[in-house]
């Protein structure tokens, strides 16, 4: 098998996949009398940037069915769960939930650089590594 790709390029190569996860929560770190001091659900948005060499044989990175298959395992602990009940979450803000994805997301090829994590479309905290 020849690849059409050149053997070696300075170009940096930066991959984005987007995942969704329904989940639960309340936050604990606020006065009792906030609103989401109760319990409530969230619909959060999850992107990861992940910086990689190019493959010269293959002409990707990263493959995207592996970033697939690393993300369902965490989406089989956050999705329709309590969030304040997964270990490491016992306090779920936005900043926090992006926190707990970059330190366990690991792929073979490349590194992640940074998770954004959205709870409605208007608000999105990223976390760099």
């Not at 930066?14 to 989401?36: D, V």
């Not at 060499?53 to 990175?61: F, H, K, R, Y």
């Not at 009940?85 to 090829?109: C, D």
Request: glycine content about 4%.
């Amino acid at each position: 098998m020849t690849s059409t790709v050149p053997a070696s390029t300075s170009r940096r190569f930066e991959l984005q996949k987007t995942w969704h996860f329904e989940s639960a929560r309340h936050l604990t770190g606020i006065a009792p009398e906030h609103r989401c001091s109760r319990v409530h659900g969230s619909s959060f948005t999850v992107e990861v940037t992940v910086a990689a060499p190019l493959d010269p044989v293959t002409g990707w990175c990263v493959d995207f069915d592996e970033m697939n298959q690393a993300w369902a395992r965490l989406y089989e602990v956050l999705d329709h769960r309590l969030l304040n009940e997964v270990e490491g979450l016992s306090n779920p803000t936005t900043e926090l939930i992006a926190l707990w994805i970059i330190e366990r997301l690991h792929f073979s090829s490349g590194t992640v650089t940074k998770v954004s994590v959205a709870e409605l479309p208007t608000a999105k905290v990223t976390v760099y590594a």
